[in-house]
């Protein structure tokens, strides 16, 4: 059973830095992706970056240069670091996981069947 579990959130001011971290429990397949996604208050919830078995990263052309995805295998945790944070990284962000398929993880919901409850992050000007 797969099981994930975010920490971390809270109220940044901006400019700040966050660090968020997600507990996995059981992985889905050998060959697996996590991912970190987002959901502003009132805007549909999108990929922020992935992460494969291998290690292999993948972050969205806009959040590149401020976020970044890794992962502490020995620990089963995922984490999720950004910095120079603006009003517009407020959101509910989200630890997701799914079986690799292809080379790259998939950038879309609908690859990860297996969602945290998300932890809050708001950044105040």
């Known amino acids: 059973q797969v099981q994930l579990r975010e920490s971390g959130g809270g109220s940044v001011q901006a400019g700040g830095s966050l660090k968020l971290s997600c507990v996995v429990s059981?992985?889905?397949?050998?060959?697996?992706?996590l991912a970190w996604f987002r959901q502003p208050p009132g805007k549909e919830r999108k990929v922020v970056g992935t992460?494969?078995?291998?290690?292999?990263?993948r972050v969205v052309v806009a959040l590149r240069g401020r976020f970044s995805v890794t992962k502490a295998d020995a620990e089963n945790v995922l984490y999720l670091q950004a910095v120079s944070l603006t009003p517009d990284d407020t959101a509910t962000y989200y630890c997701?996981?799914?079986?690799?398929?292809?080379?790259?993880?998939?950038?879309?919901?609908?690859?990860?069947?297996?969602w945290g409850r998300g932890t809050q992050v708001s950044v105040s000007s």
């Open positions: 992460i494969d078995n291998t290690g292999a990263t």
């Open positions: 059981g992985y889905p397949s050998t060959d697996y992706c």
């Open positions: 997701a996981a799914g079986i690799r398929r292809y080379t790259d993880c998939h950038l879309v919901q609908s690859s990860y069947p297996y």
